[in-house]
């Protein structure tokens, strides 16, 4: 047997999974020579795009509902005239079938990709797909996937598509490690959901075990571990035991208000629709830090209505007793709205993303503040502007929602206060973070973008996912000054993006003073017992020792040196 390996990627959904590995290589399969190529096709698109649909009811009921979505739309692509006419097209020109299919898919993938909209770009990749599908079509072969999974292992593919865990049995992955994709990409994005340890973008990853061989994914650190020998095992199986045992313990802090020290601290959770607003109030979240409206603007074909909107905001506060922190719509960067029509961007993270649209889209900013101010009637609600960059940018997020109350009482219909805050996540909002605290009420920070902007790295960069720690001192120096200067003013200071989700970040998210965290809705109870369990006094040096780290992995060793003593 071979040595152990151990390869570092990227930390896509926290816990340790153990088990034999289970390779995904997809060989290509030889296409015969036929008759009809053009009916092969035709009769191999159809086959494809049945097994899609399939796919998207097994991933339906398994409660993947964006995995289904993509399988639909996948299933349609399979099925398009567009399609068989390239193919046609090419076949007449003299290739053969696989070659035609491989050239129509590219045409296809290409204008996709330069149809200026990212939610197109990413079909692109979704023409690929089906061309190897309808390819394994032609040759009568069902592509070997996650279904296949006779027993429990830890998944090491590639990549890993929506068709390759729709048909998986979750029961039967330990884990995932996946040479492509980032810590927010599609894998991620499942694996988080089920609560199943991922690794991303850890390189070399398919050619470094063989299938049957022992892996250990740790995902909390994004790290693979191929065939551990027995001391790394006992260690990783400690690891995960007392990960178990704390999930479990946890729950005893469920609806428990917790202190960090003699300060209270909320934990609140992070959603994205009405789904997860089930699980936060299931959590006993200390209400919502962060609700993401996207899901009302995005995958529509029309903006929603100001009456939709007042109600899905109702619906949130009308949970809980505690603030509901709502954010305006964060549309660009990677989540377009195709009814807007966007220009295209060369660097659209660096573009007109965030509240750098309202501008451009007034009446949908307007609609929106129209829309909160009439739901806080329901509830406490706090408003906050994503990607607010200048001071400039917070007064006219007061004057949107100043406008809209002036423009209700105009028409004698009836409205709520609300708090107005700001996500920090540029560096600048961190850097003058004491010029901006006068003109709000609140400061929640985003290290998911704070990271991507400070180490210019982009969120979705599957090459350059290592950079991507929340844990880098200067990170953490612009999440210390955006605490000191919201304390300094009297606001109230969270943080919402992923690292608070972290138990180790979040202590030093405590120590710099924050009052609230908001976190994934299944940790919220683990965040909170790690709160109450911490002596908040110890955490005054291990905090000035990370910030004068040298790296996040510094940083990191500081944490588990503290969360284990
Ligand atoms: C963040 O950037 O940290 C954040 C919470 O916002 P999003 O992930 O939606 O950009
Ligand atoms: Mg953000």
């Given at each position: 047997m071979s040595e152990m390996v151990v390869i570092d990627g990227a930390a896509a959904s926290p816990g340790i999974g153990d088990g034999p590995a289970f390779v995904i290589r997809l060989e290509e399969p030889e296409i015969p020579d036929l008759d009809d190529p053009h009916g092969a096709f035709i009769a191999a698109a159809a086959t494809a795009s049945s097994q899609l649909t399939e796919l998207a009811s097994s991933a339906d009921s398994a409660g993947l509902e964006e995995a289904g979505e993509?399988?639909?739309?996948?299933?349609?692509?399979?099925?398009?005239?567009?399609?068989?006419?390239?193919?046609?097209?090419a076949l007449a020109a003299g290739l053969d079938l696989g070659d035609a299919i491989d050239g129509a898919a590219n045409q296809i993938a290409e204008s996709l990709r330069n149809a200026g909209s990212d939610y197109l770009a990413e079909r692109a990749a979704d023409v690929g797909e089906i061309a190897k599908r309808i390819r394994f079509a032609v040759a009568g072969v069902t592509p070997a996937g996650l279904d296949d999974l006779a027993e429990r292992a830890v998944v090491v593919a590639r990549s890993l598509t929506a068709a390759d865990t729709a048909g998986m049995n979750p029961e039967l992955v330990a884990g995932f490690v996946t040479e492509e994709g980032g810590p927010t990409g599609h894998v991620a994005v499942i694996a988080r959901a089920l609560g199943i340890p991922a690794a991303v973008a850890v390189p070399g990853a398919t050619d470094a075990v063989a299938t049957g061989e022992g892996v250990i994914v740790d995902g909390s650190r994004g790290r693979a571990v191929f065939r551990p020998d027995d001391t790394t095992r006992a260690e990783y199986t400690a690891r995960a035991t007392a990960h178990e045992e704390q999930l479990a313990a946890a729950q005893l802090y469920r609806g428990q208000g917790v202190s960090f020290g003699t300060r209270a601290m909320k934990v609140a959770a992070n959603v994205g629709g009405p789904d997860d607003i089930q699980v936060a109030a299931a959590e006993g979240a200390d209400g919502v830090g962060l609700f993401r409206t996207e899901f009302l603007f995005l995958d529509a074909d029309e903006p929603p209505s100001e009456e939709k909107q007042v109600a899905a905001y109702r619906q949130a506060l009308e949970r809980f007793s505690d603030p509901v922190v709502i954010r305006t719509f964060d549309i660009g960067g990677d989540k377009p709205a195709p009814y807007l029509k966007l220009e295209?961007?060369?660097?659209?993270f660096l573009g007109v993303r965030g509240m750098r649209l309202y501008e451009g889209q007034w009446d949908l900013a307007v609609s929106q503040a129209r829309a909160l101010l009439r739901a806080a009637t329901s509830g406490e609600l706090w408003v906050m502007a994503p990607m607010v960059a200048t001071v400039a940018d917070a007064a006219t997020m007061r004057d949107l929602f100043s406008g809209a109350a002036l423009a209700l009482d105009a028409e004698g219909l009836e409205h709520g206060k609300v708090k107005l805050g700001v996500m920090v996540e540029v560096p600048s909002a961190a850097l003058n973070a004491a010029a901006l605290a006068k003109y709000v009420d609140f400061f929640s920070i985003g290290t998911n973008?704070?990271?991507?902007?400070t180490l210019a790295v982009d969120r979705t960069s599957a090459p350059l996912a290592g950079y991507l720690d929340a844990a880098e001192p200067s990170v953490l120096k612009l999440c210390a000054m955006t605490a000191k200067a919201g304390s300094q003013h009297g606001l109230s200071v969270s943080v919402c993006g992923e690292a608070a989700s972290d138990p180790g970040l979040a202590l030093l998210f405590a120590a710099m003073g924050m009052d609230k965290l908001s976190v994934t809705a299944p940790a919220v109870n683990l965040i909170k017992k790690t709160i109450a369990e911490a002596d908040a006094a110890a955490m005054d040096p291990v905090l000035e020792a990370c910030l004068s780290a040298g790296s996040a992995g510094e940083v990191r060793t500081l944490l588990d040196r503290t969360l284990t003593s």
């Open positions: 993509i399988l639909r739309a996948q299933a349609m692509m399979a099925d398009d005239p567009m399609l068989a006419d390239e193919v046609k097209a295209v961007e060369e660097n659209p973008d704070l990271t991507q902007y």
